[in-house]
């Protein structure tokens, strides 16, 4: 069966299969990811190889992790195939980590995400930041969106709070549906996560950020002297320099990793006496 047929005919939407098949836009997106020789590069969703034709041929080898068995044995029969190591598996149980130390090189993640796995995979892989050199993923917009917004921005939210933490991130192409196959309803962005190489943010526990951020965006409007009373008192958060009359949108990620660090801290003395 032709490349052409394929997608015309196969595409699972339960796997978010939109293939790219605008040259252009794929030219654009190996310029950006810049792939090097020695360099490390892991693929998700591969598809129908739009990007990963290309890249190999940068690489002496490229890892692959697609979970649609028909595709997996689509990409065996293509002639770069020797030079792709492919992993028929789901990429939110790949082990990233294992393959850093095997390597013992930092690795590079890239693809054109399937939608419905997008944010899960992205906190997925921050769980295993310390093998990342860093990402470079096509999202759907309002999802790059969330990741980049700022403080007081209508996307600011929990995901924006957590990437940046682990992330310096950079929105890098803006993409329109016809250059799918099929057209997706929604429109697409291609973005950069880099870990950031200094602490930009030092929380001690990361999980107390994530219980903070979720509790405080449950109501994001409602000021946080009530949205977080069962962890801070009006007397706590003034001590901290954190306006009790702000709401979770109006906080910065700095004074979220502040409280954060100041219930670890409390805990822990709790814990010792
Ligand atoms: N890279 C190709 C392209 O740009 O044309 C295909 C991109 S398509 C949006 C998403 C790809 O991810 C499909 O090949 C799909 O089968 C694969 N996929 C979906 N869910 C996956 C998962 N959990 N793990 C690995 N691959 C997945």
């Given at each position: 069966m032709s490349i052409k047929n394929f997608y015309k005919y196969f595409p699972l939407k339960q796997y978010g299969?939109?293939?790219?098949?605008n040259k252009n836009v794929i030219n654009d997106i190996i310029k950006i990811i810049?792939?090097?020789?020695?360099q490390i590069l892991v693929e998700i969703g591969?598809?129908?190889?739009?990007l990963t034709k290309p890249i190999c041929q940068f690489l002496e080898e490229l890892i692959v992790i697609e979970i649609d068995v028909c595709l997996v044995d689509l990409l065996k029969k293509?002639?770069?195939?020797?030079k792709i190591k492919i992993f028929h598996q789901d990429a939110l149980n790949f082990d990233y980590k294992k393959l850093y130390f095997k390597k013992n090189k930092l690795i590079r993640v890239f693809g054109n995400l399937p939608y419905n796995i997008s944010t899960s995979l992205i906190l997925y892989l921050f769980k295993q930041?310390?093998?990342?050199e860093d990402m470079n993923f096509m999202l759907q917009k309002e999802v790059a969106e969330r990741l980049v917004a700022s403080p007081g921005?209508?996307?600011?939210?929990r995901l924006s709070i957590i990437s940046q933490y682990y992330c310096k991130i950079k929105i890098l192409l803006h993409i329109t549906?016809?250059?799918?196959?099929?057209?997706?309803k929604v429109h697409s962005v291609f973005i950069n996560l880099t870990p950031h190489k200094n602490f930009l943010y030092f929380v001690y526990d990361v999980n107390i950020l994530s219980r903070i951020t979720k509790i405080a965006f449950?109501?994001?409007?409602?000021?946080i002297r009530h949205s977080l009373k069962t962890l801070f008192s009006e007397k706590e958060l003034i001590e901290l320099k954190?306006?009790?009359?702000?709401r979770a949108e109006n906080i910065s990620i700095i004074e979220y990793c502040r409280l954060s660090n100041y219930l670890y801290k409390k805990f822990n003395n709790l814990k010792k006496n």
């Amino acid at each position: 069966m032709s490349i052409k047929n394929f997608y015309k005919y196969f595409p699972l939407k339960q796997y978010g299969q939109n293939f790219l098949i605008n040259k252009n836009v794929i030219n654009d997106i190996i310029k950006i990811i810049n792939p090097q020789k020695h360099q490390i590069l892991v693929e998700i969703g591969p598809g129908l190889a739009a990007l990963t034709k290309p890249i190999c041929q940068f690489l002496e080898e490229l890892i692959v992790i697609e979970i649609d068995v028909c595709l997996v044995d689509l990409l065996k029969k293509y002639f770069f195939c020797s030079k792709i190591k492919i992993f028929h598996q789901d990429a939110l149980n790949f082990d990233y980590k294992k393959l850093y130390f095997k390597k013992n090189k930092l690795i590079r993640v890239f693809g054109n995400l399937p939608y419905n796995i997008s944010t899960s995979l992205i906190l997925y892989l921050f769980k295993q930041i310390e093998a990342i050199e860093d990402m470079n993923f096509m999202l759907q917009k309002e999802v790059a969106e969330r990741l980049v917004a700022s403080p007081g921005n209508k996307s600011y939210g929990r995901l924006s709070i957590i990437s940046q933490y682990y992330c310096k991130i950079k929105i890098l192409l803006h993409i329109t549906p016809e250059n799918f196959q099929p057209i997706p309803k929604v429109h697409s962005v291609f973005i950069n996560l880099t870990p950031h190489k200094n602490f930009l943010y030092f929380v001690y526990d990361v999980n107390i950020l994530s219980r903070i951020t979720k509790i405080a965006f449950q109501n994001r409007r409602k000021i946080i002297r009530h949205s977080l009373k069962t962890l801070f008192s009006e007397k706590e958060l003034i001590e901290l320099k954190i306006n009790p009359k702000f709401r979770a949108e109006n906080i910065s990620i700095i004074e979220y990793c502040r409280l954060s660090n100041y219930l670890y801290k409390k805990f822990n003395n709790l814990k010792k006496n």
